[in-house]
Nanobody, 125 residues
């Protein structure tokens, strides 16, 4: 059973940066696919970024490419989402998730088995 705890959310002005952390227990972050998703009020949860197990392959949704970067620290067993040049439309609750079963990197939230509680990111204009 993988448990995930996010942190690092907050209020930031447009153009600013935040780094989200996702600390994992019950599993190691380089043996599962790890993803970040977000959900804004009144909208469906959407994929943001993911990193594959073992080999460091990443994937991003188009709206964050070049601004957000996913990374992992196997010593701390933590996955990070560095968010730069933040925009008001990035405002959402951000969730990290782990996919222990799918052999390839997937952007569908239905593939992810374990979820954190979420952390709020608010970007003011």
């Amino acid at each position: 059973q993988v448990q995930l705890v996010e942190s690092g959310g907050g209020l930031v002005q447009a153009g600013g940066s935040l780094r989200l952390s996702c600390a994992a227990s019950g599993g190691t972050v380089n043996t599962v696919n790890m993803g970040w998703f977000r959900q804004a009020p009144g909208r469906e949860r959407e994929f943001v970024a993911a990193v594959s197990r073992r080999v460091f392959v990443t994937r991003y949704t188009d709206s964050v490419k070049g601004r957000f970067f996913i990374s992992r620290d196997t010593v701390k067993n933590t996955v990070y989402l560095q968010m730069n040049s933040l925009k008001p439309e990035d405002t959402a609750v951000y969730f990290c998730a782990a996919d222990a079963a799918t052999p390839t990197l997937d952007m569908s939230d239905r593939r992810y088995d374990y979820w954190g509680q979420g952390t709020q990111v608010t970007v003011s204009s």
